[in-house]
């Protein structure tokens, strides 16, 4: 049987998401970068228009694009093999694949982008490998990369800025050391779908470029270990003493969680707010877009405060694609599991996400997010 191809690269965040999951599941991969030949002739034409990685090819040959949809594909074969079954556990998981995907995305470009010092080298190699070899290395190598420090501006990663990204994130760092000093994984002994949506930050780029990586060795080395047992097939919890491999019993939510969540949501239940009000106000606007329109990575610049300081940054419909996952399955609840979901929720500080909604909803077609 032949194996998945998985279009990516290790310098990139949401490649990392799904190299993660496709290792934790044993699932066989060989991992190419987009830049042959075969990539741009059969595989882009498939991709809905969006230069993105990562992709997949299946083992039958099908085209797969974007990280939530390959995971998906898997995770309905894998019996749902990463997703919790109690209810708590199965909101936190999603919660964390929202956050990792989408709202760690200001510490993840200032500690690649404006580092050069620390940085440049090992970025500059990188940007090369992703150039076909007919082009002219230098000229688009210097384009790209400053296409990605934009990219980096416009999630709010600026100068006025980097003071607060570096503390929201040091003391994120070492929240998250906490957790995983006491624990593998965020729920226990085995990743969960949530695990894999923060890894995407937390290893291509902040477990990886140079600047963030010693600050994590040097810093949050359990949180480091974390990240390196994320991308082994094996548990790799040779420093605990309980050897099992399942999430805690009795759908626990560990007080270390509780706090790294409510850390998480200093900027992101602001950031979220701002961007739910700018997309359903430019969803106003619209003339009612056809259904399947694609729903373009930002439509519009939002402000909002954190800690008394003003951050603007794009708004992108796709937090909300898969916070939408979140609110759905909190829909679902009733009686003492809703209860405890809200306690928990405030708790953590992320009650307001199940009331941000957008006005018209999201889904996929042809591998594009589209306005339903
Ligand atoms: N929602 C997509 C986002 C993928 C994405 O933005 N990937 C980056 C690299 S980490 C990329 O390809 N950027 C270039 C672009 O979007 O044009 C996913 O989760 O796969």
Not at 56 to 71: H, N, W
Not at 91 to 107: K, M, T
Not at 348 to 372: A, K, P, Q, T, Y
């Amino acid at each position: 049987m032949s194996e998945i191809t998985l279009y990516g690269s290790p310098l990139s965040l949401y490649t990392g998401r799904v190299r993660s999951y496709l290792i934790k599941a044993g699932l066989v991969y060989r991992e190419m970068l987009p830049n042959s030949r075969h990539y741009e002739e059969n595989v882009l034409p498939q991709m809905g228009g969006r230069r993105s990685i990562p992709a997949v090819v299946t083992q039958s040959g099908k085209v797969i694009r974007d990280g939530a949809a390959i995971i998906d594909h898997y995770e309905a074969k894998n019996n749902n093999a990463f997703s919790p079954e109690s209810p708590k556990q199965r909101i936190l998981s999603l919660l964390f694949d929202v956050i990792g995907s989408e709202g760690l995305l200001r510490p993840a470009m200032h500690y690649r982008w404006s580092f050069p010092n620390e940085n440049q080298e090992f970025l500059q190699f990188h940007f090369e490998t992703f150039v076909p070899p007919q082009l002219d290395k230098k000229e688009v190598v210097e384009q790209r990369m400053n296409t990605m420090r934009g990219a980096g501006r416009n999630f709010g990663a600026v100068a006025e800025t980097f003071a607060l990204i570096e503390s929201l994130y040091i003391e994120l760092t070492e929240k998250l050391n906490a957790h995983f000093s006491l624990h593998p994984y965020l729920l226990g002994a085995k990743p969960c779908i949530g695990d894999f949506g923060l890894i995407a930050p937390l290893y291509g780029h902040l477990g990886r470029d140079p600047k963030p990586l010693r600050l994590m060795q040097a810093k949050a080395v359990c949180l480091f270990r974390w990240v390196e047992r994320m991308n082994r097939p094996e548990p790799d919890i040779g420093e605990f003493d309980a050897q099992n491999h399942h999430y805690l019993v009795d759908d626990q939510i560990p007080e270390t969680l509780v706090d790294v969540l409510g850390q998480l949501a200093i900027d992101f239940i602001p950031e979220t707010k701002a961007a739910c009000m700018c997309i359903n106000e430019w969803l106003g606007e619209q003339s009612s877009p056809e259904a399947n329109t694609v729903a373009e990575r930002g439509v519009g610049m939002c402000t909002f405060e954190v800690a008394g300081e003003s951050i603007t940054a794009l708004a992108q419909p796709y937090r909300f694609y898969l916070l939408k996952r979140v609110q759905d399955e909190y829909d679902q609840l009733s009686g003492t599991d809703k209860d405890d979901v809200d306690t928990l929720l405030q708790a953590c500080g992320m009650s307001e996400l199940m009331d941000l909604r957008l006005s018209r909803e999201i889904g996929r077609c042809d591998n594009r997010e589209v306005w339903l």
